[in-house]
């Protein structure tokens, strides 16, 4: 084990709580009220002498909040209120049963037709800002214009998707659903994600994902739809590259969980 920041490291091949706080028990200069369980993007604090009285948080990093129990600079009961405080900010991970795509209407979506998915957290009046170009957009068209759209890239097999606040250069997609699964495509190219925290951008991918590289939906309150990592503890979220748009992301590492709304989509029919 390694000592760092005044935490102590012990790696173990075991979700036995009772065994780990043994080897806590065993380290009298450690912190014996508590001790954490780092497990993937899982961090828990467990009570040494108590270990059902446990609490999960994926967001904090375990060699911080080892440092700051020891100098008393915070208390368990508040890193479990700091914690129910975002819990607003966390999908679902239960599936629906019986999942079924729809729009923000409550249509259903059916397998193979077609639609855009438009970032509504981004919208701007094309009528005061285009002037007299809005003029010339034919009327069945202008619904599209003034909205930025999700667009996969073109290049390369793997290709991640942007924002992009042209219609022409929006991506049409459908839904496919295979046993029992409902994914979202463009061609033959399906929507995906990485569980590295440095690659956890939104992909479109030939082939069927892995379970851990899959897309979940999540309906918001308004009918428009919200996208996660498959059982995720994070909504996507989007980095903005410049004016040209950004790219969409996961953020599981949860560095900005609770600064600003998720991302959120709605389902344009073509």
């Not at 036995?16 to 961090?43: M, W």
């Not at 992909?203 to 892995?210: H, K, L, T």
């Not at 979940?216 to 004016?243: C, F």
Request: net charge negative; glycine share 6%.
């Amino acid at each position: 084990c390694t000592a760092l920041h005044n935490t102590v490291f012990e790696y173990a091949n075991t979700d036995d709580f009772g065994a780990l706080a043994e080897i806590v028990k065993r380290k009298p200069h450690c912190e014996q009220k508590y001790f954490g369980v780092n497990n993937s993007q899982t961090y828990t604090l467990v009570n040494t002498d108590n270990v059902e009285q446990k609490y999960e948080f994926s967001r904090l990093n375990l060699r911080t909040l080892g440092f700051k129990l020891w100098k008393k600079e915070t208390t368990v009961q508040s890193l479990i209120d700091e914690e129910a405080q975002l819990a607003v900010f966390r999908p679902n991970p239960s599936r629906r049963p019986g999942f079924k795509l729809h729009d923000a209407d409550g249509r259903e979506i059916v397998d193979g037709e077609p639609f855009m998915l438009h970032i509504v957290n981004y919208e701007y009046d094309p009528e005061s800002d285009m002037d007299d170009e809005y003029d010339d957009i034919p009327e069945d068209e202008r619904q599209f214009y003034g909205k930025e759209w999700v667009k996969a890239m073109s290049s390369a097999d793997q290709r991640p998707c942007f924002v992009n606040g042209a219609l022409h250069n929006g991506t049409r997609f459908h839904a496919e659903t295979i046993d029992g699964v409902m994914y979202i495509k463009n061609e033959n190219r399906y929507l995906t994600t990485h569980l590295d925290p440095m690659d956890d951008y939104l992909y479109s991918d030939v082939g069927v994902p892995a379970k851990d590289n899959r897309i979940q939906i999540h309906y918001a309150e308004d009918g428009n739809i919200l996208l996660s990592a498959w059982g995720g503890r994070t909504y996507a979220d989007y980095e903005w590259m410049g004016d040209e748009g950004g790219m969409i992301t996961f953020d599981l590492e949860e560095l900005y969980l609770g600064q600003s709304d998720p991302l959120k989509l709605r389902i344009v029919r073509l």
